[in-house]
């Protein structure tokens, strides 16, 4: 069986180290905030300026003042602190970040990633803080569909979509299997309800075993 | 000079003249100065360069002005938003013009003009279309794109609170780009839930200096 979005979530919460310091992007990555175990540690960085950021708020404790990078109304954790934008960027470019957990259109087998614009011609570009956090966290994970709605591949020999960033793709989580990218190829981690051997003849890309 | 504190919002946003640059706080509506900018509507300047996170949500704040027609330019790193049909609308028609930079790069060039740096190099965007044209360079082995310092005419801020003198406390997530905007215009207006007697902030707290803030209004 492949993995539900819930499932892909909660395998790169238990691959988040104890006490690591993590920004979740927006959309589905946002779900590993309510895998993470008990008392793990880990502290959430949000780009528009907070560490140690709660779950969302619940009706009545909303507060305009306090959300996350998708604007969605959140709450703050003992511990909790907030900067400005230049400082919560300085955190990501400097190196400070353990972990980045972003979505994808497609990432290429050298690790480029290409999240942030299709380049339709009547798309609307956006980049907001994605070409931040591709390049500036220690650990860079994606977590995405392995298969477009067409059946194409998203793990590709080279992106055809706008890069968001160049060989910056460590991991990549999917709802089939989960790869390490890095200077010994793509090498398949697991599996789920597919096999290497089909995997290896759908992909265009070389895989290797671990 | 000490900040002025101005009895209205009109009197906080006088003489902002045609063709400006107006830098805007704000991460959606968290910290958006909308007071102030709804006096500008009023104020009336036109063929504005705005430069803000988001290009506007729903029909108030920025998206107000935007829909006045009164912005020929928006520079910002997230235009496209469930709610920001507004933009999306004059975008598609061909009606404003549209610079996207990556959000850290936006904060850090407010910060370099503020700072006098005349230019930095960022890792940020290298390779990508956003660093197409620009002069790259390699440092230590890694690769990194030329950026300029973004310098406003005017800042519209949204703070907590302001002392007498101008120095400003923020509130959560609200702060954003308040603090850098704060330090990149020649005139910085803050918007404020509250005005106090000058002493009365802790100066441990102070997250903007008086020194950059010009007007102060109590929305």
Same mark, same amino acid.
């Given at each position: 069986m492949s993995l539900s979005k819930h499932e892909m979530a909660e395998l790169v919460a238990r691959d988040i180290p104890r006490g690591a310091y993590v920004n979740l992007g927006i959309g589905q990555p946002t779900l590993?905030?309510?895998?993470?175990? @008990?008392?793990?540690?880990?502290?959430?960085?949000? @780009? +528009?300026?907070?560490? +140690?950021?709660g779950p969302a708020a619940a009706e009545g404790e909303v507060d305009p003042d306090l959300t996350n990078a998708g604007k969605i109304p959140v709450t703050e954790l003992p511990g909790a602190s907030y900067f400005h934008h230049a400082d919560s960027f300085a955190m990501m470019r400097g190196g400070h970040l353990d972990v980045c957990v972003l979505g994808a259109f497609q990432v290429s087998a050298t690790g480029d990633l290409a999240n942030w614009h299709t380049g339709a011609p009547d798309a609307i570009p956006a980049v907001g803080g994605a070409m931040d956090l591709a390049i500036g966290a220690k650990s860079v994970f994606v977590m995405m569909t392995l298969f477009a709605k067409d059946g194409s591949p998203k793990l590709v020999p080279r992106c055809s979509?706008? %890069?968001?960033?160049?060989?910056?793709?460590? =991991?990549?989580?999917?709802?089939?299997?989960?790869?390490? %990218?890095?200077?010994?190829?793509?090498?398949? =981690? @697991?599996?789920?309800?597919?096999?290497?051997d089909e995997l290896a003849d759908r992909l265009e890309v070389p895989l290797r075993q671990s | 000079m000490t900040a002025t504190?101005?009895?209205?919002?009109?009197?906080?946003v006088e003489g902002v003249a045609d063709g400006s640059t107006v830098l805007i706080g704000g991460f959606g509506m968290a910290?958006?100065?909308?007071?102030?900018?709804?006096?500008?509507?009023?104020?009336g300047a036109t063929d504005l360069t705005v430069v803000s996170n988001n290009a506007g949500n729903g029909d108030t704040g920025l998206a107000a002005l935007l829909a006045e027609g009164r912005v020929r330019k928006m520079v910002c790193s997230f235009p496209r938003q469930s709610d920001s049909w507004?933009?999306?609308?004059?975008?598609?028609?061909?009606?404003?013009?549209?610079?996207?930079?990556?959000?850290?790069?936006?904060?850090?060039?407010?910060?370099?003009?503020?700072?006098?740096?005349?230019?930095?190099?960022?890792?940020?965007?290298? !390779?990508?279309?956003?660093?197409?044209?620009?002069?790259?360079?390699?440092?230590?082995?890694?690769?990194?794109?030329?950026?300029?310092?973004?310098?406003?005419?005017?800042?519209?801020?949204?703070?907590?609170?302001?002392?007498?003198? !101008?120095?400003?406390?923020?509130?959560?997530?609200?702060?954003?780009?308040?603090?850098?905007?704060?330090?990149?215009?020649?005139?910085?207006?803050?918007?404020?839930?509250?005005?106090?007697?000058? !002493?009365?902030l802790d100066p441990e707290s102070v997250v903007t200096p008086s020194i950059y803030v010009d007007r102060v209004v109590q929305v």
């Open positions: 590993v905030a309510d895998h993470l175990p @008990e008392g793990s540690g880990v502290v959430l960085h949000t @780009e +528009n300026g907070m560490l +140690n950021m979509y706008p %890069l968001t960033g160049v060989g910056c793709v460590d =991991r990549v989580y999917t709802d089939v299997a989960t790869f390490d %990218l890095g200077p010994d190829g793509v090498v398949v =981690r @697991e599996t789920h309800g597919m096999s290497y | 504190i101005c009895d209205s919002v009109a009197a906080a910290g958006m100065p909308v007071q102030l900018i709804d006096a500008l509507i009023e104020q507004v933009f999306d609308g004059l975008y598609r028609a061909g009606r404003i013009e549209l610079e996207v930079v990556p959000q850290g790069n936006l904060a850090e060039r407010m910060r370099a003009a503020g700072a006098g740096i005349g230019a930095f190099y960022s890792p940020t965007a290298v !390779g990508t279309p956003l660093a197409e044209g620009k002069e790259t360079r390699e440092i230590d082995g890694r690769t990194y794109v030329l950026e300029l310092p973004i310098r406003g005419d005017v800042a519209l801020i949204g703070a907590h609170r302001s002392d007498r003198m !101008g120095n400003l406390v923020y509130r959560k997530t609200a702060r954003n780009f308040g603090p850098v905007m704060a330090t990149a215009a020649t005139t910085v207006v803050a918007q404020v839930s509250e005005v106090v007697e000058t !002493g009365a």
